[in-house]
């Protein structure tokens, strides 16, 4: 059973920063992508940022301003947030994406997916 376990959220002013982290549990034979989103009221979940194929992908809205990066072993991926705006306040998500590769024939599963609890970062003052 795979898991994610978020932290780093918070209340802060605009113009600051934050750094949200993400931790990953449990057996994966190849992981497609590591990444963010995020949800505000009455939208969308949206993708914040990504590392996939070993390369980052960020939305246009983040894009300078926030940095995704993840340990060598795969385990760990953060997000550093600078220049935090309002309209960045919402619910952030990590988000994984990999395959499992099973001991017998007929057993493997491609592009699983699993989401964190969610951290709430909230830009106001």
């Known amino acids: 059973q795979v898991q994610l376990m978020e932290s780093g959220g918070g209340l802060v002013q605009p113009g600051g920063s934050l750094t949200l982290s993400c931790v990953r549990s449990?057996?994966?034979?190849?992981?497609?992508?590591m990444g963010w989103y995020r949800q505000a009221p009455g939208k969308q979940r949206e993708l914040v940022a990504e590392i996939r194929s070993g390369s980052a992908l960020y939305s246009d809205s983040v894009k300078d301003r926030f940095t995704i990066s993840r340990d060598s072993a795969k385990i760990t991926v953060n997000l550093q947030m600078d220049d935090l705006k309002p309209e960045d306040t919402a619910t952030y998500y990590c988000?994984?994406?990999?395959?499992?590769?099973?001991?017998?024939?007929?057993?493997?599963?491609?592009?699983?997916?699993?989401w964190g609890q969610g951290t709430q970062v909230t830009v106001s003052g």
């Open positions: 988000h994984l994406e990999y395959d499992i590769y099973a001991t017998w024939p007929g057993g493997n599963e491609f592009n699983k997916e699993s």
């Open positions: 449990g057996s994966i034979s190849t992981i497609n992508s």
